[in-house]
């Protein structure tokens, strides 16, 4: 499954790319309106050729709800939610007869999910990048939350090649989720300089930083960071992109300035692993690369 980063990392032709291939695509609906969710939805449709097309949308958006039920509506095949819980999720997914798989951090929420009505939950850790719900590794919390349901649980975070998929699936993972690797694709709705950043990434350089959702998150160095550390970070009108903001600066703006190659303004997110990319490839080409020779398309 592929990672769902936003703002507009994720849109629909990186969705119905990955799709294509036999994977799950997602769109990331964080910082769209819903109309935005149903054209995405449809331009992942004519890509995908039949496959499997998601969503993915920040729990702590203050549109969550109505870009969830927008997706539904729309006839999206799996809603997944992040950056929080929610309750409400579920009732969208059973209104819709549509699968709900949470990103989980911890056992407690993992049984939670289940005892909900959750398909599958992915287990994600601190290597992920994005918004990070917990300072421990992916692959400490999976145990734990493997040994506490009986859904399918999905591993996220330091998915960068074959031989890690491999060691996931040998670790008991049902499945894999991967961010960063897709978002350096050139189907990622990003500019050059946005691409620039993770090939240049050196072992160490992802660092932590506070959003104003109130999660850390895992970014990559950049004259917008510098800003932030020194308290001088632009702050636009509000747009009440959030259920609950520290105003510290405008996370959605800064994602959006970075993928738009923006780097005095933007925000780059990025997985710990990010140094192991080495080349921007086409999602054709990362699939083939993590999947040549064996079985795996629809």
Not at 270 to 282: D, K, T, W
Request: hydrophobic letters at 45%; glycine letters at 12%; proline letters at 4%.
């Amino acid at each position: 499954m592929q990672g769902g980063m936003a703002i507009r990392v994720s849109t629909g032709k990186l969705a119905g790319s990955v799709a294509r291939e036999g994977g799950i695509g997602l769109i990331a609906g964080s910082g769209m309106e819903p109309e935005e969710v149903r054209n995405e939805i449809k331009i992942a449709r004519s890509i995908a050729n039949g496959g499997i097309v998601g969503i993915n949308t920040m729990v702590a958006a203050s549109g969550f709800a109505p870009v969830m039920k927008a997706a539904a509506e729309s006839g999206i095949d799996a809603l997944i939610a992040g950056a929080g819980f929610s309750r409400d999720i579920f009732d969208i997914g059973r209104d819709y007869d549509i699968p709900v798989v949470p990103i989980v951090s911890s056992d407690r929420v993992a049984a939670l999910a289940e005892k909900l009505g959750a398909s599958a939950v992915v287990v994600e850790g601190s290597e992920a990048g994005g918004h990070l719900g917990t300072e421990r590794p992916a692959r400490d919390i999976f145990p734990e939350v493997k040994k506490a349901v009986s859904i399918p649980v999905l591993l996220a975070g330091g998915i960068i090649d074959r031989q890690d998929i491999i060691d996931a699936f040998n670790f008991g993972a049902d499945g894999v989720q991967v961010g960063t690797r897709f978002a350096a694709s050139f189907e990622a709705n990003v500019e050059k300089s946005f691409h620039d950043t993770y090939l240049k990434a050196k072992k160490g350089d992802v660092f932590r930083i506070m959003s104003p959702v109130g999660l850390w998150g895992n970014a990559l160095p950049t004259p917008f960071t510098d800003k932030v550390a020194a308290g001088t970070a632009h702050h636009p009108t509000c747009m009440g992109c959030l259920k609950k903001c520290s105003r510290r600066f405008c996370i959605i703006q800064a994602l959006i300035d970075a993928r738009a190659g923006d780097l005095e303004k933007g925000l780059v997110f990025a997985g710990e692993h990010v140094y192991r990319i080495n080349e921007i490839l086409s999602v054709a080409e990362i699939f083939e690369m993590f999947f040549k020779d064996l079985e795996y398309r629809n």
